[in-house]
């Protein structure tokens, strides 16, 4: 028996404040409400053209703990540098600070690469195209950069 192809579906994320969580990712990629409830237990899916790609549950406290086993950050792959461009000057507007400056390369010699940075709870977040950062610097040497922010 063969194994089928597998794609990720969407991923849900806990979240300390609905609505601000909201806001961000709908501000940041343009994301659609597809479904929303507040009443005992508060959530919302987020997605375009119908598709769910987020989902967020208000079910925490505090902030992402990053030293502890399970997710190390989340990535989304955008078409072009252009559009890692875009989501970078949406991210200044909204006031995020960036792990590094700007956009950078996944390692020495990549074409591919992106911006770093931590959501409104802490969950670190990577937006990245897979060509043209050529000939940019890596900001960590000997290994990828997305694993050591």
Same mark, same amino acid.
């Given at each position: 028996?063969?194994n089928p192809a597998l794609?990720?579906?969407?991923?849900?994320?806990?979240?300390?404040?609905?609505?601000?969580?909201?806001?961000?990712?709908?501000?940041?990629?343009?994301?659609?409400?597809?479904?929303?409830?507040?009443?005992?237990?508060?959530?919302?899916?987020?997605?375009?053209?119908?598709?769910?790609?987020?989902?967020?549950?208000?079910?925490?406290?505090?902030?992402?703990?990053?030293?502890?086993?399970?997710?190390?950050?989340?990535?989304?792959?955008?078409?072009?540098?252009?559009?890692?461009?875009?989501?970078?000057?949406?991210?200044?507007?909204?006031?995020?600070?960036?792990?590094? !400056? #700007?956009?950078? %390369?996944?390692?020495? =010699? *990549?074409?591919?690469? $992106?911006? @770093?940075?931590?959501?409104p709870d802490g969950v670190?977040?990577?937006?990245?195209?897979?060509?043209?950062? !050529? #000939?940019?610097? %890596?900001?960590?040497? =000997? *290994?990828?950069?997305? $694993?050591? @922010?």
């Amino acid at each position: 028996m063969s194994n089928p192809a597998l794609k990720t579906g969407h991923v849900a994320l806990n979240v300390t404040d609905l609505g601000r969580s909201i806001d961000f990712y709908e501000a940041l990629f343009d994301f659609d409400v597809l479904a929303r409830a507040e009443d005992e237990r508060a959530w919302a899916l987020l997605g375009t053209e119908g598709v769910l790609s987020v989902a967020l549950w208000e079910q925490s406290d505090g902030s992402f703990a990053t030293g502890l086993p399970g997710l190390h950050h989340l990535s989304f792959e955008v078409p072009d540098i252009e559009a890692v461009r875009a989501a970078e000057t949406t991210l200044e507007r909204l006031g995020v600070e960036f792990f590094y !400056d #700007g956009v950078v %390369a996944h390692g020495e =010699g *990549a074409t591919s690469g $992106g911006v @770093f940075f931590h959501d409104p709870d802490g969950v670190r977040l990577e937006i990245y195209a897979t060509t043209g950062v !050529d #000939g940019d610097s %890596a900001p960590v040497k =000997g *290994a990828p950069t997305c $694993g050591f @922010f």
